[in-house]
């Protein structure tokens, strides 16, 4: 573990991801424009790139009269009717994995942000940032910082008052006597320390910190990928710092982020509201927030959250499971998620950074769970209409957090996503081989190997022409897969 610029002692945090918290006590477009080629009329076997020799590596893989000899996947290749197959390899294991670092940012006093990251050997190799939805953290890109690492610089970080960027202190103490003891809540006192009388957990000061980690840690422009609330995140940062950002790409970014409005940019209508976030807590705020978080901390609710946005119910979760009921049992988390609920909105809107983005030529990628419950195909699909050069991918089953519950697909997707901004679009798109795809788009199946089984997924890329009755299919073929998952 490392400790970048902590001249702050913060021992509480300084711990492993797997322990448990001894707080209580224990603008590029679809690649540019080439000379049309025969369309491929075979199945291929994808493999990765992680410039490693590995026998399983896909140079053994070769395609000749409609069949690929997969022997090195164990898979017979076919098609699929009328939609291409394609085999693309599965998570590495064991020593092909890339190794995690964990260490600490000081960026503030009292402000320590936890981050982990997997770096290739390959200096030359294009940095990426992953930052994660609400409620979870670093934990939740483990299978893009094993795999991605091995040949890419990959970074991820909590954000401030969540996972293990959590403050170790109490930022606004008890001095009621007899309320001082380690199962106490944090937050709850009647005055906040000096370090917090400004701190609240709103996306501007997400938008910050992520923008001063890039300057002062990774130290290069990355590639942020963002999933539910860090897609949100990322599209802020690259509109507001687009010489940190050499693209981004949402998966199933929420298009809205805080509810009360923002004192920078609505300074007469923001004094109507009490309060926006600060600490302490007010007394009123206090007893709803220990209301709501008894409900929505026990491991039940949790539970019941996971089925709902994993449509695949036979996922595995429980390594996230447990990481998400290990952080509501911080003495920091009940007054930081309401922080974080009643603070104001960013000073710029989803649709306005998109505006930014589009106007600076900051490329853009979409990946998308179809049958996500909270943030529906459609918004992607909006995002598509505003930017058409911008590769919008359908993928099904997937929910929403498609990285977690797909990742051997949205790796392989991100992996040509990268390879075609770096290469400055010599080296296609996936799925774009056949140039009419750019234009009309393209389904295809992706089939790959997970725990000795095979398993396929649907994946539509949208062409740059979506009709109004595509945009209809789409929202009522996600109704009533999600009616599906709901019954299973």
Known sequence: MEVVSCSHSCSALHQTPTSTWGLRGSGLGL??????????????????TSGRSNSAESSKVRASQGFVDAAVQGIPSQKAGAVEKVVIQGLPEGSDSS????????????LTVYYEKSITKNSKAPAVLFLPGFGVGTFHFEKQLKDLGRDHKVWTMDFLGQGMSLPCEDPAPSSVAGEQNEEALWGFGQDSQPWAEELVYSVDLWHNQVQHFIEEVIREPVYVVGNSLGGFVALYLAASCPHLVKGVTLLNATPFWG???????????SK??????TFPLPSFVRKLTEAVWQKISDPRSIQDILKQVYADHSTNVDKVFSRIVEITQHPAAAASFASIMFAPRGQISFQEALNRC????VPISLMYGREDPWVRPIWGIKVKQQVPGAPYYEISPAGHCP???VPEVINYLLRGWLKNLESEGSIDLPFLEEPSYAEHGVSMELEFVRGGSRKSVNVRLYGSKIS???QLTSFLNTHVSNSRVVSR
């Open 31 to 48: 690649g540019l424009a080439k000379p049309p080629r025969p369309r491929r009329s075979v199945v291929l076997c994808v493999g990765t």
């Open 99 to 110: 190794a995690i670092s964990t260490g600490f940012w000081q960026w503030k006093p009292k």
């Open 259 to 269: 509810f009360l409005p923002n004192p920078a940019t609505s300074p007469r209508l």
């Open 272 to 277: 109507i509201f009490p309060w926006a976030g």
């Open 358 to 361: 589009q106007s600076q030529g």
């Open 403 to 405: 990285h977690d519950e």
């Open 468 to 470: 109004l009755w595509s």
